[in-house]
């Protein structure tokens, strides 16, 4: 009984694959000659990296209040809204920005968890003598580094306002709420000192947000990790410490879509053994074969001694011959199914896109094939004939097909079950171009091909770094350094995009972090040359909000002061100070912007309602 | 003028205002404007979705998928035709929808030059949008180019909207002082870190800076009072598949209250996304959505009908609440369009994708009747969404093709 059907699975379907789909979008990813160079001796020297700010992701700020307040980790998935996605990952530094109902939920949550921190501890004195004491002690735990001379000033503000109205205490808990709400919170720097280079502190997070997810700890700190040796000493030990599962889980699940196991549904008539509890203890045995793995051919090929009680239904009392490997693993194989049955599509494409890093392009719009229905017990050899003999398809389908159909030992749920398991491989631009009998001989043949060690170590890099795979790669624009031979563990594949010496620098040199000291300016004049534009950001009629941008066009450093007509009532100021006296609001600088550079401009704002 | 709407074809009845930009001037306005998004099109191939027009308004078939509105027949405006220029496929209707390939979307592009006496500028609320992380296949709404992400928990929005505070005039002040000072040092710090960046990155920054401004003025809005403000919501596990109707039910009924609370005037709902994984399991399915509507069998008819339901369920809502405003009920005053992201859902293009308006707009739009309007631009639409909430802007981000979609009013 076949009828016209599409037969259309995930996301992908029918193309040509003759080319890249849209040359506006992002530079090609990279294919062998980008990720060869990593393991061919090649001398090179990798990109260094640009100074940049990354917001933490909604994971990493999970780990990180958990840290602060058990069981407040929860709560940060529950209020705050999921994170941009490349690739996958959900840790790119380019697109993790803030929004409004992030702030909004950062808000709701600092107020959630400052309520239930315990004050006494916090405030041991339990009044504003120890204030300052608690507000450097506190604010260097959560900026994971020490307050600079003019923040604590900047927070005590807080605490005196609210001390005066409600006392310590409240004062305390209002002040850990602007901590929280902080971008030195929120955000970790990668923006090195005057020398272009990492800061210690820097470097603390960045090691611990990439090997643990988390926060660092004294002993990261403490350490001189500039230093290339005491920095590799650092990763081993991270690397070594049980809180490295919580990076290493969160980018397995990420890189061999385990999360699909989430959403999948299985029809219950086909598949009775299948339940939430199967389906995670499938995932936790995926997450500890990764965890454990000692080398990455290991992970390719090996198999369990032993099957624990839970997998029973999936894989019987032991392994049989024709399975191997990661890519034998039930949660792999059910999360590249569909609710029916196997989907050589998502299988062969898995392969493709996660160990060879070789994109796919979308199925092309307009086109309609039709393929035969599924039916129990039915061949996908046969009911996807339709890709390789219809040219539309064919083009793409020959690169996913003929992977996927060497799978095809494997239902829906992941089970054992007599079917041909012919594979092919074609056109991979590495040594496993061939065919193969089943998952077992297809491991063999990646284990053995250096272009999927060096995409697997593209994959953890674009995760750990916060890049695209451009980046991540041994290309021209690579941030990954070449070296003569893969690296020969696991660990070491792991331990490769922190250790190499570019990891402390920086492209360019940022300005000093110390905000400069209030400079005795005397009474200042706006100097001539300096130009204002007022830009209104918002108006709500009963009042507004306003930057003011001031440009330096002389050719000297200038202290600025300028004058605007009133238009209001300030209600709040930022980066300036306001003198309210006169006719005219006359405004300077902060501290940290009192003078421009020549040539150069700064902004302040400040909201106002109207009269 | 004539020849362009002799050239937009047949069936196109003229209306008396001479000239398009004396149009934007002379109608009356919508005060609201309420986007309803399901994903993965329509079953076209199968013809269950385009009405018949007929002199007195139109039909639908038995078994259609607009079958289930019919009950609001006097407020709906179906309109086929439209196509997404330069756009295709999944991702790129996702993407084209509501932007016409420009860094607004439309709801964010009218919320930023209306909304700033609101409350909240816009509010976007979603089910189950979020499981595959947010991109731009999960993502309808931008702003500046960046993704703007709905609220998808009931319990999440019913705090952020309704959660106020309540006390006296002196508890009021004093939290008010405390939000202040706290908002005071987070801006601070804001910008000593702004301060040390290139202005690459420091664009980074200015989402986050706009949000403390939108939540400073939050600072001074009185807390939701009249009725049914404090509408309750039950908490569910959003994430849940097997709740997707009940989310769909509560972020309806609280998105409705925000909007007869005058807490905004721009609102979004989005149910899913396109290619989602979304399985009806409530309406017996075992497939998901997606690969339903690769087949346009009767299976993702039924689907598509129960979305249908919803956008009959939000209409229900409307009508029976007043604009605090004034000018009768909800639907009365807004702008309502159920968007979807693709015409045929199994060849996934983007062309003749549905488009059902809904509601009077304050007076501006006249519906009850079928509006075919072939190989037309949905950009016009976009841009006559913005002059109906009062801009008087000629095109929209696309300026290949001027002036509003005409015969809508």
């Known amino acids: 009984m076949r009828r016209a059907v599409l037969v259309i699975v995930g996301s992908l379907a029918l193309s040509a694959c003759t080319g890249m789909l849209d040359g506006k979008k992002d530079p090609p990813t990279p294919n062998g000659p980008q990720l060869t160079a990593c393991f061919d001796g090649t001398q090179r020297t990798p990109v260094t990296p640009p100074p940049r700010i990354r917001r933490l992701s909604r994971y990493e700020l999970e780990n990180t209040f958990e840290s602060l307040l058990a069981g407040s980790g929860k709560r940060v998935h529950a209020l705050l809204p999921a994170d941009a996605v490349r690739d996958g990952y959900d840790s790119d530094a380019e697109l993790l920005r803030a929004s409004e109902l992030y702030v909004d939920a950062v808000r709701r949550l600092s107020e959630e968890v400052s309520a239930q921190l315990d ?19 506190f604010g260097a735990r959560v900026f994971r580094r020490p ?37 030195s919170f929120l955000y970790r720097t990668e923006l090195g000192d005057t020398t272009s280079t990492l800061t210690n502190d820097e470097l603390a997070s960045a090691l611990s947000y990439g090997l643990w997810a988390s926060p660092p700890d004294r002993a990261l700190l403490d350490s001189a990790l500039q230093d290339d040796a005491t920095r590799a000493e650092q990763v081993r030990r991270l690397l070594a410490d049980p809180r490295a599962r919580l990076a290493l889980d969160h980018f397995a699940e990420q890189w061999l879509e385990l999360e699909r196991l989430d959403s999948a549904v299985r029809s219950p008539v086909l598949f009775p053994d299948d339940s939430p509890a199967l389906r995670e203890a499938l995932r936790r045995e995926a997450l500890d074969t990764f965890a454990n793995a000692s080398t990455l051919s290991a992970f390719l090929t090996d198999r369990p001694a032993t099957v624990s009680a839970p997998l029973l239904p999936v894989y019987g009392a032991s392994w049989g011959p024709e399975r191997a490997g990661v890519l034998g693993l039930g949660a792999i194989l059910m999360a590249h199914s569909t609710s029916e049955t196997s989907s050589p599509v998502h299988r062969g494409k898995l392969v493709r896109a996660r160990f060879f890093c070789q994109s796919l392009p979308p199925p092309p719009p307009g086109i309609n094939a039709a393929l035969p229905d599924f039916v129990p017990g039915q061949s996908n050899r046969e009911r996807f004939s339709a890709h390789s003999t219809n040219a539309a398809c064919s083009g793409c389908h020959r690169l996913m097909d003929p992977i996927g159909l060497g799978f095809e030992r494997f239902d829906a749920l992941g089970r054992t079950i007599d079917a041909d398991a012919r594979g092919e491989v074609l056109d991979t631009q590495s040594s496993v171009d061939g065919t193969f009998d089943g998952v077992p001989e297809l491991a063999g043949k990646m284990a053995a091909d250096q272009a999927v060690t060096a995409c697997v170590l593209s994959q953890w890099s674009r995760h750990a770094l916060g890049v695209s795979a451009n980046a991540a790669s041994c290309g021209e624009l690579g941030w990954l350094p070449s070296s003569s031979a893969p690296p020969a563990t696991m660990r070491a594949l792991l331990e490769v995009p922190f250790t190499a010496p570019n990891f402390v620098r920086r492209s360019a040199p940022s300005p000093d972090a110390d905000e400069p000291p209030v400079p005795d300016a005397g009474t200042p004049v706006t100097p001539t040359g300096v130009t204002t534009r007022v830009r209104i950001d918002s108006d709500w009629g009963a009042g507004s909000c306003r930057t003011v941008f001031v440009d330096n066009g002389t050719a000297s450093a200038q202290t600025w002061t300028i004058e605007l007509s009133k238009v209001g009532t300030i209600t709040s100021l930022w980066n300036a100070v306001v003198d309210d006296s006169g006719a005219m609001w006359r405004f300077s600088g902060a501290p940290h912007n009192v003078t421009v550079q020549p040539m150069e401009g700064t902004s302040f704002g400040f909201c106002v309602t109207s009269p | 003028m004539l020849s362009r709407r002799s050239a937009l074809g047949a069936g196109l009845s003229l209306i008396a205002a001479p000239f398009l930009n004396a149009r934007a001037q002379a109608l009356p306005q919508a005060r609201r404007l309420v986007l309803f998004f399901t994903p993965n099109g329509t079953a076209h191939r199968v013809e269950r979705w385009h009405p018949t027009s007929t002199s007195m308004g139109f039909t639908v078939a038995p078994g259609s998928i607009l079958e289930p509105l019919m009950a609001h027949q006097a407020s709906l405006l179906p309109i086929s035709g439209l196509y997404f220029p330069d756009a295709t496929n999944h991702e790129g209707g996702m993407r084209a929808m509501l932007t016409a390939g420009g860094p607004d979307s439309v709801d964010q592009y009218i919320a930023a030059r209306i909304g700033g006496g609101s409350r909240f500028r816009s509010l976007s609320f979603g089910v189950q949008t979020s499981a595959w992380g947010a991109n731009a296949q999960t993502r309808m709404s931008y702003a500046g180019g960046q993704l703007v992400h709905p609220e998808d928990s009931p319990a999440n929005v019913f705090t952020r909207l309704f959660g106020a505070v309540a006390g006296g005039p002196t508890e009021l002040a004093k939290l008010r002082r405390r939000r202040q000072s706290i908002l005071d040092a987070v801006r601070g710090d804001l910008g000593a870190l702004k301060s040390r960046l290139g202005t690459e990155q420091a664009t980074k920054l200015d989402a986050h800076l706009s949000a403390l ?17 404090t509408t309750p919501v039950l908490s569910m596990d959003s994430q849940d598949p097997s709740n997707f109707p009940a989310i769909t039910r509560a972020q309806l009924e609280l998105m409705v209250s925000a909007l007869a609370c005058d807490m905004t005037r721009v609102a979004t709902v989005q149910l899913a996304h396109t290619v989602s994984p979304l399985v009806p399991t409530w309406l017996g399915s075992t497939t998901s959505h997606h690969e339903l509507s690769h087949r346009g069998d009767d299976e993702f008819v039924r689907a598509e009908r129960w979305f249908s339901e919803q956008f009959g369920a939000l209409l229900t809502l409307l009508a029976a609440r007043q604009d605090p405003a004034g000018g009768g009920s909800l639907l009365d005053t807004s702008a309502v369009v159920w968007v979807k992201e693709l015409g045929d859902g199994g060849l996934h293009t983007c062309e003749d994708v549905p488009f059902v308006l809904a509601g009077k707009a304050g007076g501006r739009w006249n519906p009850g009747r079928y509006l075919a309007r072939p190989g037309v631009p949905h950009t016009k639409l976009l841009t006559e969404l913005c002059q109906a909430m009062g801009l008087t802007d000629d095109y929209f981000h696309d300026q290949r093709y001027r002036g509003a979609l005409e015969g809508v009013s």
Request: contains cysteine; proline residues 10%.
């Open chain 1, 147 to 183: 307050l600079r001379p003019a923040e604590v000033p900047r927070f005590r503000a807080v605490f005196d306002v609210v001390a005066a109205d409600d006392g310590a205490v409240a004062g305390a808990r209002a002040t850990i709420e602007a901590f929280l709400q902080s971008p």
């Open chain 2, 213 to 229: 401004r939108a939540m400073e003025i939050g600072l001074d809005a009185p807390p939701p009072s009249g009725m049914g403000c």
């Open chain 1, 119 to 137: 004050a006494n501890t916090l405030l041991p004195c339990g009044g504003s003598a120890c204030a300052d004491a608690f507000i450097r002690d």
